[in-house]
């Protein structure tokens, strides 16, 4: 009996593992095709794509990028890119339910070893994509995996009490969330002409263009987030040493990003 639910957990793992990686190798294929490399080889869109799936989980990175090669830490990731993973695995979770025949006793072991499987191959992206520039902490995958694999499949099939819980206390959250988004927007449109300097200031042209669309896009829950601190008075921070919030503003520069037009000035 264990066997079988091994064999098909770990069938629908891989499967939901490819369904995030494949796509983003795509990605980062085309990015690197078009951008172009004269110290770039084949391996270098592998292990983008491999980052960029490492990133989508929210698995931080530290950085040493030439020339300077100033060491950095890369923590700050897109929060909407949770999306395509946490589909990836409640659709796996899903297969897996389907294939044991709906059988109840069987479905905490299959989500035990769901978990524990997923976990455990994202640990090894997190470890053979190192390079000396970019290198993935790997010890930090199962901190953020595990919990992300395993509250998707709390909500999949007969929903747990915990996942249940969960569902419940979303709400408030969403509608606190909800507000924020408007205050964002309008923040946004305030700023639209910082918004537009920022854009011409990195001049990505039409797929760079394109692909910061998207990052702009996955980044708007962050934003949001941020927002909903600003507004509760803890603010937010944007590197190190920088605070913004009702009471204090201590920001000197921003990265050249163009969600990052609508923070407020230190005088509004």
Known sequence: MFGRVLGVTLTQVLRSVALVLLPTSFVALLAWATAGSAAGNTGDPLRASLWIWLGAHQIPFSLSLPPSNAAG??????????????????NGIGRVFD???????LLPLA???FALLYTGIGTLFAFFSATT???????LAPVFLLPITLISAATVGRRLVFGQALLYSTRIIALLLGISSLA????????????????LVLEPGIIGGFLLLILNILYIPNAVVATLGYFSGTG??????????PL??????????PLLGAIPSGTS
């Open 99 to 105: 294939r044991l025949d709906g059988d109840e006793s």
């Open 248 to 257: 204090s503003f201590d920001l000197h520069s921003i990265p050249a990003f």
């Open 184 to 199: 964002f927007g309008v923040s946004l449109f305030i700023n639209l002409s910082t918004v537009k300097n920022l854009n």
């Open 236 to 245: 937010f921070a944007i590197g190190s040493g920088s605070i913004v919030s």
């Open 73 to 90: 830490y890369l923590s700050y990731l897109p929060l909407g890119a949770l999306v395509a993973p946490i589909f990836a695995i409640r």
């Open 133 to 139: 520039a970019v290198t993935s902490i790997w010890y």
């Open 111 to 113: 989500r035990i070893l």
